[in-house]
């Protein structure tokens, strides 16, 4: 069944964590280029990926229990005070997924605003005190258009991302 509207029934937002994905990565990577459906990613190049490590302006963040659980918080508070809904949420230790519909918001507004809200609750918790925010500038915003992609997208959340974390680091 097919959305005949012009908004996307849901959306798979995802955002890393600095320095977790480089160019040049031997899981390979995305750019302006290489961005297009079903396109595969660039190849590793070891060199590429030096470059880019050397250039980092600060350590890879990673998530711990605690980080994780801050951004959860936050991420579900997010959707609830603007009135999203929710459908999936997997809070890994370099990467976030969520599976959220938003109406006529701006993925990219939806995207700044988890984001944000996401850092600014680590720092409420006092599990993140730099001045820098921990993740990438940019993240993936896919639009789901009929049910099949949400339940499709909801399963990679959920049961796609590999064992559940442990709540100890």
Request: aromatic share 8%; glycine share 6%.
């Amino acid at each position: 069944m097919w959305n005949d509207t012009d908004l996307p029934l849901a959306h798979l937002i995802t955002f890393r964590c600095y320095g977790t994905w480089l160019h040049g990565d031997e899981r390979g990577s995305v750019d302006r280029a290489h961005n297009r459906y079903r396109e595969s990613y660039i190849p590793a190049n070891d060199q590429w990926r030096k470059h880019n490590t050397q250039t980092l302006k600060g350590q890879p963040v990673s998530l711990d229990a605690v980080r994780r659980q801050s951004v959860e918080v936050a991420v579900r508070e997010t959707c609830a005070l603007r009135n999203w809904f929710l459908r999936a949420l997997s809070v890994r230790t370099n990467h976030v997924h969520c599976v959220v519909s938003i109406g006529e918001t701006k993925t990219d507004q939806a995207l700044t605003a988890l984001k944000a809200n996401a850092t600014r609750q680590m720092r409420q918790d006092g599990c993140w005190q730099k001045q820098h925010s921990p993740w990438v500038k940019k993240g993936s915003k896919r639009n789901l258009w009929n049910e099949r992609s949400i339940e499709r997208a909801i399963d990679y959340v959920i049961n796609g991302q590999g064992d559940e974390l442990p709540d100890f680091d």
